[in-house]
């Protein structure tokens, strides 16, 4: 039985042509030829003897064929990139590279990580700051992402914590709360909505200030400008240190933080150390109330 497929590069190029429906982005992605990939694409559809995509005024579009190979493309190369991780990752004396949402990172997980390179002294973690989409077994290996966005299927995702948040400002100001400006990011604008939904409490309808990340508007929180709505394991040790009051303790959103992987965890081996290892940092919370 001869070989179907004439070209396996043409399927990486297909790949990311689907993933996009766009043959430019693919191209940058691949850092390729806009040519090359359509080229690629004809081949593969020649082979196939069926369109994969349509064309129409610059803008490709699977058919229905194109999104039936789309999926079977990406199971297939999905379960060998999975193989090739677990195999990569079976050399104990290779660096895990793990990347982290920023504000988790820089007031969660660094703070924290020297407990874990002292009790595993033979890993190595190699942490990067990265949020949203990310692709896996392209330099990292394991991703912290919070389930506000959609990722691969392919993906294992192991459960973390769940997120619990509270409104936080300097002890001193406990007793003006009312008249308190509350603090707000762009990159997470909902969040005054979603708690005041979920603890039953009516929206601030004071003026307040904007930042553009979370990082800043906890930061202001901490400066004095206000209050912030701060998740309890950004906001944990400014609450045991003193500089931030929770006056109304923490509740669950509804969000939670996840270890997303290319394939599921074994059971043992450094993956799950590092995993069982941030499943220990979850301890329960210090509700904080107003005296």
Request: glycine share 6%; hydrophobic share 45%.
């Amino acid at each position: 039985m001869r070989n179907l497929i004439s070209s396996l590069p043409a399927i990486a190029c297909f790949r990311a042509a689907a993933e996009f429906e766009s043959f430019s982005q693919a191209a940058a992605k691949l850092n390729l030829t806009h040519s090359a990939i359509s080229r690629a694409v004809r081949l593969l559809e020649q082979d196939l003897g069926t369109p994969l995509f349509t064309r129409q005024h610059r803008r490709v579009f699977l058919t229905d064929a194109g999104r039936d190979f789309a999926r079977a493309v990406a199971l297939g190369l999905g379960g060998i990139e999975a193989a090739a991780q677990a195999i990569h990752l079976a050399r104990q004396d290779r660096p895990i590279t793990l990347s982290c949402e920023p504000t988790l990172l820089m007031r969660w997980l660094i703070p924290r990580i020297g407990a874990f390179r002292a009790a595993h002294p033979t890993l190595h973690i190699n942490l990067v700051a990265g949020g949203g989409p990310v692709t896996l077994g392209t330099g990292i290996d394991f991703a912290i992402r919070r389930n506000d966005f959609d990722w691969p299927a392919q993906y294992h995702a192991s459960h973390l914590f769940d997120e619990r948040t509270g409104p936080v400002c300097r002890p001193e100001h406990l007793f003006r709360l009312r008249d308190l400006p509350p603090l707000h990011s762009k990159t997470r604008p909902e969040a005054w909505a979603r708690w005041c939904a979920v603890a039953d409490q009516p929206l601030p309808n004071l003026p307040g200030q904007s930042f553009e990340h979370f990082y800043f508007s906890l930061q202001a929180a901490v400066a004095g400008l206000g209050i912030a709505i701060g998740p309890w394991h950004l906001v944990q040790d400014d609450l045991a240190s003193g500089q931030l009051a929770a006056p109304f303790g923490f509740v669950p959103d509804g969000s939670s933080y996840h270890l997303l992987s290319a394939n599921a965890l074994p059971e043992s081996g450094p993956a799950m150390a590092l995993y069982t290892w941030l499943r220990s940092l979850d301890a329960p919370d210090r509700r904080q109330k107003v005296p």
